[in-house]
């Protein structure tokens, strides 16, 4: 990290930086170690994550916009979480926490179930050379973790520049009985609330078409 970043991470993580129980890895979280979002954000307001949340321009941006929502932004990358808190902090942004951890062992482990109003999921890692496809986040498995964080009706929303990734998002999630599309078509239209970052400027100059995803939590029994 920059001077500035170590000098962030000192400052700011008291605030910013939810200090979660490990696991083995510097980057996972133990199980049973819950969080109490009302605790947490010391209020009681509808909860919305961004797993890979970068620099955090996104999620800084909503936070700012959305002052009566609370966000959470996902990332492992310090350096990234590290300048998400000095734009934040800059901001005057008080209603952004940030984890440092494995987006799947936070949906599982850190967050309460059925805790989530929205989910968000722009420009993960493509893993495009096709002996790393494994790698992606969006699977089947990730299909159940995302459900099981979310409220009924709550919204799962993706974005890629890739599109056998896009596909596949679009394979597993329709095939997911915990979830049912939010749109109409082939894609859902952008997102509003998801501002233009650099990955997405940089996948656009390459000539590369950004497609969105919209899902909703099934209530249980539908």
Same mark, same amino acid.
């Given at each position: 990290m920059s001077d500035a970043q170590e000098r962030a991470w000192e400052e700011l993580a008291g605030f910013y930086v939810i200090d979660a129980p490990r696991d083995a890895a510097a980057t996972s979280i133990r199980p049973s170690s819950t969080i109490?979002?009302?605790s947490? &954000?010391?209020r009681s307001a509808p909860?919305? =994550?961004e797993i890979g949340s970068g620099q955090g321009h996104a999620i800084v941006h909503a936070a700012q916009s959305a002052p009566d929502t609370d966000f959470l932004a996902i990332e492992v990358f310090r350096a990234g979480l590290a300048r998400t808190m000095l734009d934040a902090d800059r901001a005057g942004v008080r209603n952004l926490r940030l984890v440092e951890a494995n987006a799947p062992e936070v949906l599982t482990h850190l967050l309460p179930q059925a805790s989530l109003d929205e989910l968000w999921v722009f420009f993960p890692d493509p &893993?495009?050379?096709k002996k790393h496809t494994k790698r992606r986040l969006v699977t089947t498995e990730f299909a159940a973790q995302a459900a099981g964080a979310l409220r009924e009706g709550g919204?799962?929303?993706l974005a890629t520049d890739w599109e056998d990734y896009a596909l596949q998002m679009r394979d597993v999630l329709? =095939? =997911?009985p915990d979830f049912e599309r939010a749109f109409e078509g082939e894609w859902a239209p952008?997102?509003?609330?998801r501002v233009v970052t650099a990955f997405e400027r940089k996948g656009a100059a390459k000539g590369r078409?950004?497609?969105d995803l919209a899902y909703r939590r099934r209530a249980q029994g539908d």
């Open positions: 109490e979002p009302g947490v &954000w010391t909860l919305i =994550a &893993w495009h050379k919204m799962l929303r329709d =095939a =997911a952008r997102f509003d609330g078409d950004i497609r």
